[in-house]
């Protein structure tokens, strides 16, 4: 009989321990969902911000071809702006799914069993890391392509007031 009550209460301790555990889970889950809802937020507005600088590239672009350049570092520069904002739009997609991943596995999350659940917050973990590591990377680049506009405009101004000063005299 003591055996019995003994196995009893070790099976009733290690069922309350499990859903200790099981809670703790889910309150970190719960804390890795709030951080994706904001990231969510920052994301959108980092997408606002890449495309308004696509857009001034591509005016930028059109304007460049139109003005008589002899800096062939300009069209360089251009075409490494090109491959950059190129990488960038493949980056914000791949942020986007992983949002909605994050998204999607809530509903399956409490049917999950505790190793699971392990799992998945360490996955989650691993993509918040890798998206705040990108998208600073990312606001890094767009603040030098900006930078970089704004010398190569200068540098376009001044080749084409040479241009206006040769042809007055």
Same mark, same amino acid.
């Given at each position: 009989?003591?055996? %019995?009550?003994?196995?009893?209460?070790?099976?009733?301790?290690? =069922?309350?321990?499990?859903?200790?555990?099981?809670? #703790?889970?889910?309150?970190?889950?719960?804390? %890795?969902?709030?951080?994706?809802?904001?990231?969510?937020?920052?994301?959108?507005?980092?997408?606002?911000?890449? $495309?308004?600088?696509?857009?001034?590239?591509?005016?930028?672009?059109?304007?460049?071809?139109?003005?008589?350049?002899?800096? =062939?570092?300009?069209? $360089? #520069?251009?075409?490494?702006?090109?491959?950059?904002?190129?990488?960038? #739009?493949?980056?914000? =997609? =791949?942020?986007?799914?992983?949002?909605?991943?994050?998204?999607?596995?809530?509903?399956?999350?409490?049917?999950?069993?505790? !190793?699971?659940?392990? !799992?998945?917050?360490?996955?989650?973990?691993?993509?918040? #890391?890798?998206?705040?590591?990108?998208?600073?990377?990312? $606001?890094? $680049?767009?603040?030098?392509?900006?930078?970089?506009?704004?010398?190569?405009?200068?540098?376009?101004?001044?080749?084409?007031?040479?241009?206006?000063?040769?042809?007055?005299?």
């Amino acid at each position: 009989m003591k055996k %019995l009550c003994t196995i009893v209460l070790a099976i009733g301790l290690l =069922s309350i321990s499990c859903d200790d555990k099981k809670k #703790d889970l889910t309150a970190q889950y719960d804390v %890795l969902m709030s951080e994706t809802e904001k990231m969510e937020i920052a994301h959108e507005k980092f997408e606002k911000t890449h $495309e308004a600088l696509v857009t001034e590239h591509r005016t930028f672009k059109e304007d460049s071809k139109t003005m008589t350049v002899q800096d =062939s570092t300009v069209f $360089e #520069d251009l075409a490494k702006h090109d491959v950059i904002l190129k990488r960038h #739009d493949a980056i914000i =997609s =791949s942020h986007a799914t992983l949002i909605e991943g994050h998204k999607e596995l809530k509903a399956d999350f409490d049917g999950m069993n505790e !190793a699971g659940m392990e !799992a998945q917050i360490e996955a989650m973990q691993k993509d918040h #890391d890798k998206m705040m590591e990108e998208h600073e990377t990312m $606001e890094k $680049e767009h603040q030098t392509m900006v930078d970089e506009h704004k010398g190569i405009m200068e540098k376009m101004k001044q080749m084409e007031d040479a241009n206006t000063d040769d042809d007055q005299m």
